[in-house]
């Protein structure tokens, strides 16, 4: 039996998606991180062939971390999937996670996010939310 | 920020990390609704719902989404590249509208429009932020007079 999306409070409802969007930001910051340290897999590709491509990436020990976390928002959706409609639990968390992560790459990564990425940022989750809502 | 011109197969890789990820949502919705309510005391039957076809579809999509993503990571920022992932879904919302045939409310046709202008925004902008060259330790003078 499907659990119907009115059984779950709003509590429940805002931490199933608070763990889809910090365990999903964290993942795809490690995983940033990690590539950009193992640098440019096109490049490695040309000089070691798909296998050395593939080591460079398996061998780097932020992947695994990333991986981890992003499994865990993986498994973190489904289960939310399981208890609230999509309506909900997508445009809540994909066009937060885009702020989430904006946000980590400036701290974490020092990426250059400048005026028109903070702009298009907000625009795609705006965009996003009524897409899905 | 220096400005990175991209590759007509870096824009290629970009497209699949557009479509992939989009599809294979849908198809685990489309799962999940098929599988029965999931419980945290049974977290084994979470595991069982990933060997149903819908799941396993989308889970063969999103490892395609995940091969292209990282590759686009290693030459592009991750503000850069994240724009693209929501370009999915406006995909996906002209496929159902013109090859489907199903009603788009006009809240929608905006939700594409700023996906739109804000993916145009970042696209004309450079897709990687410029570091400084890493300092290269040389010995100084006195230590080559030690040696």
Request: net charge neutral.
């Amino acid at each position: 039996m499907i659990a119907p999306a009115s059984s779950v409070g709003f509590w429940p409802a805002a931490g199933m998606i608070s763990a889809i969007i910090l365990a999903s930001s964290v993942g795809e910051i490690l995983t940033a991180a990690a590539m950009k340290s193992v640098g440019d897999l096109d490049e490695i590709r040309a000089h070691s062939g798909l296998a050395g491509a593939i080591r460079a990436v398996l061998t780097c020990p932020l992947f695994f971390g990333g991986v981890s976390f992003l499994a865990l928002a993986f498994f973190s959706l489904l289960y939310a999937l399981n208890h609230l409609p999509l309506g909900l639990v997508a445009p809540a968390s994909a066009s937060l996670t885009l702020v989430t992560n904006a946000v980590g790459a400036k701290i974490f990564l020092k990426e250059n996010v400048d005026r028109r990425r903070w702009v298009a940022a907000v625009l795609v989750c705006v965009g996003v939310y009524f897409l899905a809502h | 920020m220096a400005h990175q011109k991209l590759s007509p197969r870096q824009y290629a890789i970009l497209g699949l990390v557009s479509v992939c990820a989009p599809l294979g949502d849908t198809c685990l919705s489309q799962g999940m609704k098929q599988v029965a309510s999931v419980s945290l005391s049974h977290p084994a039957s979470l595991i069982a719902a990933v060997f149903t076809p819908w799941i396993a579809l989308g889970i063969a999509l999103l490892i395609g989404f995940f091969a292209s993503y990282l590759t686009a990571l290693s030459w592009a920022d991750l503000t850069y590249v994240l724009p693209a992932t929501a370009f999915g879904n406006m995909i996906v919302e002209m496929l159902s509208r013109f090859a489907l045939h199903e009603a788009v409310s006009m809240q929608r046709w905006l939700g594409c429009l700023l996906i739109t202008i804000g993916v145009g925004f970042v696209a004309q902008g450079p897709s990687l932020t410029e570091r400084p060259a890493p300092a290269i330790n040389t010995p100084s003078a006195e230590e080559e007079h030690v040696r």
